[in-house]
Each structure stands twice: as structure tokens, then as C-alpha cells.
């Protein structure tokens, strides 16, 4: 009987403490702040400043040769145009061609300056897919309440958006209590080399930046099971990316009198045991994600969230079986390249494979190669750099930070219902290329995107709604009222 007696007061220990922390899993009290005046915008007006810029096919692409810059001139030309006091009254420099960099005197001279980021590019549409969008990717299209067109959302939704709330300012005679640089690049779907020329060109003037936004987060729609109200995803952070390759070597010859293993052997075998080998996880990105959404998510879901010191099996196993949460929770490996002998009847010399990594902040480019070597083991291939292209994730802003919280109170003033949260970018953003240069970065932009949008972006029929536009332009304005609390 004691012992049973034992048992059941642990039971109910047990449930008490799991109660308790889920309800004390919870977004942190924000204060009250005295709101900014927002003012009267013209939704419609807006809405066909943005329609015109996606009109300027602004495509980037990874060959610097075939590179064609005029169509973004005639973008910057019309930008020129359609904010006047913006291009007359703040000097800008041009990187790289076709990036722009401007800096906006701020009053306080003394203060470390503030960073706004959008890129100018688009990616291609697929050929042979024009046909179906429901209206031209290029033509700029206003219709359903929606903005259509390549770039709607990413990212030139972000670049009118700033400057329509810039130009508002400085119609209304504002100055900035700080100073304030925009940059636009030209090329971040393929790298971001105006960025990364801006981010060494203030490295090179001394120039540290207390708070930068770029795109990366945005208001989802939809997007979270079991929530239905719309969650701001507020990228405190990015993962890093590197790809790699592997590469072994064979004796060749003719396929009639092959090896036990080939070089193609060896490298399916090394391919094999990356992908049975996933890099370990960590939950805790994931799990302040879900503090922030508190009360809003199923009672369940919050309850195993609260209690991953007792349940963390029961998620790794849950968040692992989606693609979409597994990104969030580890580095990822992708097998990306294969490549072998040019004939069915030739043994290669050489095999190679490429992996992709996403990598997960905690992880660095270093100790994936390490990870990797290692699950691999196998001295006959080699580990090697591909592409020339490799990040470090950037460091992780802190959600307790005044620039987290002057985002979140932006967001709620101009959209009251709306949740927010912070959600780690697992895409790369020209934000990156700042990690030097910037204290807090952020990835954000107050679009919202439901399924349809998502499939848009990179896809087919990249569209804003109207109203959704005005929102995130309205909370570029209130942010730069409150540049001087940053
Ligand atoms: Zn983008």
C-alpha cells in the first residue's frame, strides 16, 4: 500500500509540474508604448508603386558575363521618379554596379547607425511556365486584391516598401534621431556580392551597425498547425550554408573486368552513411519558438513544448519526419551532384558527390567538414570546398533584445491581432555578409504569406495582397519613427 501510496504522489508531483510550466509557457509581457501616428496611406497608390517596379525585369543570374544591368537602371530610374526627395535629398553610392547604398544623416552624430536591407534581383521564371501564372510575371498587375508578379514578394515588396516609408518621412520633414543606411543590392539570388561589397566597405570605414533588417520572416497565414491567427516570424538569426564535395579516385578501364568497388562504390557508400547519419539535434530554436505562441497553440502541443526536458524524444521524432521542421532543429545534409564515368562501359576515375549543409547556429563551416570526415570514414576520399561559396550561421539576436522588441511592437500596432515570434531563417539572406558588421540582425518584412504566396515565391504566381502590402510599409514607417530606440 505505501508503496502505491509513493507512487501516486509522484504521479501527481509529476502532472503538477507539467501543468505548471506549460502555463507559465508563455511570450514575455511586453509594455505598453505610446504608438506612432500612422497617418493616411492610399492603399491602391501604393499597391501600383510596387506593380510598376515588378514591370523592370531585374533578373540575376550566376554568370557575372551574362549579367544584364539595364533592366535594373531603368528599375533604379523609375525608383528615382517615383521617390524624388528620397534620391535628391539622401546621398547614395553605387556598388558593384547596381547596388545601392544610402545613408541618411541622423541628428546624433554619436550613436552607431541603423541598416534597412531589400534586394533589387528576381529569379527567372521558369521557361516554359509563363503561360501558367494568371497573369504576366513581368507585366505588374493589380487585380483580386492581390499584386502580381515576379519579385512581388521577394523581394521588391521589401525595396518600395522602405522607400515609400522614407519618402513619407521626408515629406513630413523628419529626421532621424540616428543615422540610417539603406542598402539594395543587385545580385543576392546569386550571392551577394554588392552586399558583401558594402558590408567591407563599412568594415573598412569603422562602421558598426546596432540593428539591421533584411527580408527572411514574414507574416504567415495558415502556415502553423493548430494556430489561426497570423504569426509574424521574426528571423532572429540565419543557418549558414556550405556545400561540399566528395571525391574518389578509381584505377579506370573497361567495365568488363571491374573491382569489387569502384570509385562510384565508394562514394555511393560515403553518401550513404551522411544521410544515415543526420547531424544531432537541437530543439531549443524550435521550442522559443512555440513560447511565443503560448495560449494560441492546441493545449497539447504546448504541454510537450513546455516539458522538453521530459519529452524531447517524442519531438526530435515528431519535427523530424517534416522537411520543413527538421531544417529548423539540425544542420541538414543534401545530396545534391553525383557524378561518375562518362560511359556505360568505362569505369570512372573519378567519382564525386555534392552535399549541400544547411547549418544550424551552434555549427560552423569547421566542424561540418569535421562531422563529416568522420561519419565518412574513409581516408580514400577526399573532403573538399565546392563552389567557393561558404557562411557561418550568423550569430542569434536575443527576442529580449529593445531591437526584437521594437519589431514586435511595430508589427502589433499596425496589426493588432497578429502573433509574433521569433523563427530562425533557414535560407540564406544578403544579411549574412554582416555578421562583422552588425550587433543585432533581423530578418523581417510585414507581408503576409498564406500557402498560395509561398508557392509564389521562387514559383508561380509570386503575389501580395494589397492590403497586406500597405501593412508591411506602414510598419517600415513606424520602425524608422523609432529608429533612435534601436
Ligand atoms: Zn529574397
Redesign the pocket.
Known amino acids: 500500500m505505501r508503496i502505491i501510496k509513493i507512487v501516486l504522489v509522484g504521479v501527481i508531483l509529476l502532472a503538477a509540474v507539467l501543468i505548471v510550466r506549460t502555463l507559465g509557457f508563455a511570450p514575455p509581457a511586453s509594455d505598453d508604448i505610446a504608438p506612432i501616428a500612422l497617418g493616411e496611406w492610399n492603399e491602391q497608390e501604393l499597391a501600383q508603386g510596387l506593380a510598376t517596379a515588378l514591370t523592370y525585369p531585374s533578373i540575376s543570374t550566376g554568370d557575372i558575363a551574362e549579367f544584364d544591368y539595364e533592366p535594373f537602371f531603368d528599375l533604379q530610374r523609375y525608383l528615382k521618379q517615383r521617390f524624388p526627395k528620397t534620391f535628391a535629398e539622401i546621398p547614395y553610392e553605387v556598388f558593384e554596379k547596381a547596388t545601392l547604398l544610402f545613408r541618411w544623416q541622423g541628428a546624433d552624430e554619436t550613436r552607431n547607425p541603423i541598416l534597412l536591407m531589400?534586394?533589387q534581383?528576381v529569379v527567372p521564371v521558369i521557361p516554359g511556365t509563363e503561360d501558367e501564372w494568371s497573369y504576366p510575371p513581368f507585366a505588374g498587375t493589380v487585380a483580386d486584391g492581390y499584386i502580381w508578379g515576379r519579385g512581388a514578394?521577394?523581394?521588391k515588396a521589401?525595396v518600395l516598401g522602405i522607400l515609400e516609408a522614407v519618402e513619407r518621412h521626408l515629406q513630413e520633414g523628419f529626421v532621424p534621431p540616428r543615422t540610417i543606411y539603406l542598402a539594395f543590392g543587385h545580385d543576392?539570388?546569386v550571392g551577394g556580392l554588392g552586399a558583401r561589397a558594402i558590408a567591407t566597405a563599412l568594415q573598412e570605414r569603422n562602421i558598426t551597425v546596432d540593428f539591421l533588417l533584411d527580408?527572411?520572416g514574414v507574416i504567415a497565414k495558415g502556415m502553423i498547425p493548430g494556430v489561426d491567427k497570423r504569426v509574424a516570424l521574426i528571423g532572429p538569426g540565419e543557418k549558414g550554408y556550405v556545400s561540399l564535395q566528395l571525391s574518389a579516385r578509381g584505377t579506370g578501364g573497361h567495365s568488363s573486368m571491374p573491382p569489387m568497388q569502384s570509385a562510384a562504390g565508394t562514394i555511393a557508400r560515403a553518401v550513404h552513411r551522411l544521410e544515415q547519419s543526420p547531424f544531432p539535434v537541437d530543439l531549443s530554436y524550435t521550442i522559443d519558438f512555440m513560447r511565443f505562441l503560448g495560449a494560441e497553440q492546441p493545449f497539447l502541443q504546448r504541454l510537450l513544448f513546455a516539458n522538453a526536458w521530459l519529452f524531447s524524444p517524442v519531438l526530435t521524432g515528431v519535427l523530424e519526419s517534416d522537411p520543413a521542421t527538421n531544417a529548423s532543429i539540425r544542420t541538414t545534409t543534401a545530396v545534391t551532384m553525383l557524378d561518375g564515368s562518362v560511359r556505360d562501359n568505362v569505369l570512372p576515375i573519378k567519382a564525386s558527390a555534392v552535399v549541400n549543409f544547411r547549418i544550424l547556429p551552434g555549427d560552423t563551416v569547421e566542424s561540418v567538414i569535421d562531422y563529416v570526415t568522420a561519419v565518412v570514414d574513409d581516408p580514400s576520399i577526399q573532403v573538399s570546398h565546392y563552389g567557393g561559396f561558404g557562411s557561418n550561421p550568423s550569430p542569434v539576436a536575443d527576442t529580449e533584445s529593445v531591437g526584437f522588441q521594437v519589431l514586435s511592437d511595430v508589427v502589433k500596432q499596425v496589426s493588432p491581432e497578429t502573433l509574433v515570434a521569433p523563427r530562425l531563417v533557414v535560407?540564406a539572406?544578403?544579411a549574412r555578409h554582416f555578421n562583422q558588421v552588425a550587433k543585432n540582425s533581423f530578418r523581417f518584412m510585414g507581408v503576409e504569406v498564406g500557402k498560395k504566396e509561398l508557392e509564389g515565391?521562387h514559383g508561380t504566381d509570386e503575389r501580395v495582397s494589397v492590403a497586406s502590402y500597405a501593412e508591411a510599409v506602414k510598419m517600415y514607417y513606424a520602425l524608422i519613427a523609432r529608429a533612435g530606440e534601436l
Open positions: 531589400a534586394h534581383d514578394i521577394d523581394d521589401g543576392e539570388e527580408e527572411g535560407a539572406t544578403d515565391i
